[in-house]
Nanobody
Framework: QVQLVEFGGGLVQPGGSLTLSCVVSGHTSSSFSMAWFRQAPGKERAFVAGITLSAAYTRYKDSVKGRFTISRDDAKNTVSLIMNHLKLEDTAVYYC?????????????????WGQGTQVTVSS
């Protein structure tokens, strides 16, 4: 079956950088649109960034535009999220998500497959 596994979370100071990776197994990632969501304590899971098939289109949450970059390497069945200039409010569990086809939706129900999440903590 399809599995998504995230890597790269951790503790970073404000202004720092982290790169998250999501590896897809059980299916080739090239047929999936992929996205990153995050969920802070007491809040709903929220869209962060998404990328369509062949990286034809990317979409970002307004508050991360210019700081975060989503990319994919289908030869490695991997999607990445480069996070720069991190802020305290970026602290959350980050989830990788996938759906068959070319639509990058911003709601969790758009996506069929989910990773287990990786913690990102921005703190001084």
């Amino acid at each position: 079956q399809v599995q998504l596994v995230e890597f790269g979370g951790g503790l970073v100071q404000p202004g720092g950088s982290l790169t998250l990776s999501c590896v897809v197994s059980g299916h080739t990632s090239s047929s999936f649109s992929m996205a990153w969501f995050r969920q802070a304590p007491g809040k709903e899971r929220a869209f962060v960034a998404g990328i369509t098939l062949s990286a034809a289109y990317t979409r970002y949450k307004d508050s991360v535009k210019g700081r975060f970059t989503i990319s994919r390497d289908d030869a490695k069945n991997t999607v990445s999220l480069i996070m720069n200039h991190l802020k305290l409010e970026d602290t959350a569990v980050y989830y990788c998500a996938a759906v068959d086809g070319g639509v990058v939706g911003t709601t969790p129900r758009t996506y069929t497959y989910w990773g287990q999440g990786t913690q990102v903590t921005v703190s001084s």
